[in-house]
Structures are given as C-alpha cells and as structure tokens.
T-cell receptor, first 113, second 116 residues
C-alpha cells in the first residue's frame, strides 16, 4: 500500500515555464488536497477536491489549476511560473466522511528562477 | 479568522526526558484538532486527532490534550528518544466547515531535537 505518491521530488523551473505536479493515491479516498509550505509559514491550501469531477479553490489558488478525472489522481498545474511559486508542495487525501486524518505525500520541492 | 500558534519554534531536550509541546488557537468553535509529525524532506504524518467533545487522546508515548475554553492543546511525549526528533505541527478544523478538511488551519510547528 503506497499511500499518496507525488512526482517529481525536485524541480527547477525558469520564469514563465509551466509544469504539472503529479499526485496519486491508492486508498480510494474521495477527498484530496494540494498545499504549499513556505519557510516559517503554516501550510496553505491551494485547491481541493471532494470526488472525481469536483474541484474547488482553497486559500491561495492564483497561478494554479487542478483537475480530478479519476478518484486516484489529482494533478496540480502551474502556468507561467513565477518566483513567488518557489515552495514545497504537498498533496494529501482523507477518507471516510472527509474529516478523517490527512495522509500526505512526501512533497515536491519547486524552485522558480 | 482562526489563528494557530506554536511556541517555541524550536526545542532541544536530553534523551529520556518527558516534554510538552504547545498549540494555541484563537477561535474555540472547533470540530477537531490534529497533531502531525514532519521529518526533514518528508510529508506530514498524522499522530493524534482529538474531537471537540474529547479532552485527550493517547497513542503509545504520546498524549494530546484539548482545552477549548482556553484555546489550548498540548502534546506530551514521555521518555523522549532521538527518533522523536522532528517538527510537530498542530492543525485546527473549525466547526463551521463543509464535509472535509478544506478549512484546516495549521500552525507553523515546533522543531524538536532530542539530544542523545
């Protein structure tokens, strides 16, 4: 049971480039989340999904997009990367009623230069 | 807006000591409070979840308490070991939320170092 898997682990982008951060979970969880973690700051929610085909904005959605075509996958798309998007990105999922404990992936460390 | 504070930001204690990590929150109308552990370069691992109706939860050497009226939670670690070294974060889910964790507010964490 792999849990939540994120790829890549590290990535360096130039300003203006685009990329997709991949996230997949094998626990059949309906709820999935994307967070960013900046030094000295708490985790901030970017986007979330309550099931396949349903997504919604979190606290800091600008510059990002998501899709949820299957229960397992929840990719995060960065368009026109900016230095402000340099961060560590975490994908998480939760099952049951949705308020169950979160399961996190190991993160993607992204640098935009 | 809910604010979650964890003080101190870093703590070092000798191996074998019992220790307490603190978490405070500004809005007592919560659904649950969660404690997580984060190892360097890794994601967060859920340790304990306390429902608003509960006063404490225990798992092995860990005990988390909740006092909603004072807006405080503590994580007690007994007989600390070097393997306990990590960053510990708390997070609060408000009572008024939809069906998931989308309104979970995280603290910035306490980085714990256990000295052998």
């Amino acid at each position: 049971n792999a849990g939540v898997t994120q790829t890549p682990k590290f990535r360096i982008l130039k300003i203006g480039q685009s990329m997709t951060l991949q996230c997949t979970q094998d626990m059949n969880h309906n709820y999935m989340y994307w967070y960013r973690q900046d030094p000295g700051m708490g985790l901030k929610l970017i986007y979330y999904s309550v099931g396949a085909g349903i997504t919604d904005k979190g606290e800091v959605p600008n510059g990002y997009n998501v899709s949820r075509s299957t229960t397992e996958d929840f990719p995060l798309r960065l368009e026109l990367a900016a230095p402000s998007q340099t961060s560590v990105y975490f994908c998480a999922s939760s099952g049951g009623t949705g308020r169950a404990p979160l399961h996190f992936g190991n993160g993607t460390r992204l640098t935009v230069t | 807006k809910q604010e979650v504070t964890q003080i101190p930001a870093a703590l070092s204690v000798p191996e074998g000591e019992n220790l307490v990590l603190n978490c405070s929150f500004t809005d007592s109308a919560i659904y649950n409070l969660q404690w997580f552990r984060q190892d360097p370069g890794k994601g967060l691992t859920s340790l304990l979840l306390i429902q608003s109706s509960q006063r404490e939860q225990t798992s092995g050497r860990l005990n988390a308490s909740l006092d909603k009226s004072s807006g405080r939670s503590t994580l007690y670690i007994a007989a600390s070991q070097p393997g306990d070294s990590a960053t510990y974060l708390c997070a609060v889910l408000p009572r008024v939320s939809n069906f998931g964790n989308e309104k979970l507010t995280f603290g910035t964490g306490t980085r714990l170092t256990i000295i052998p």
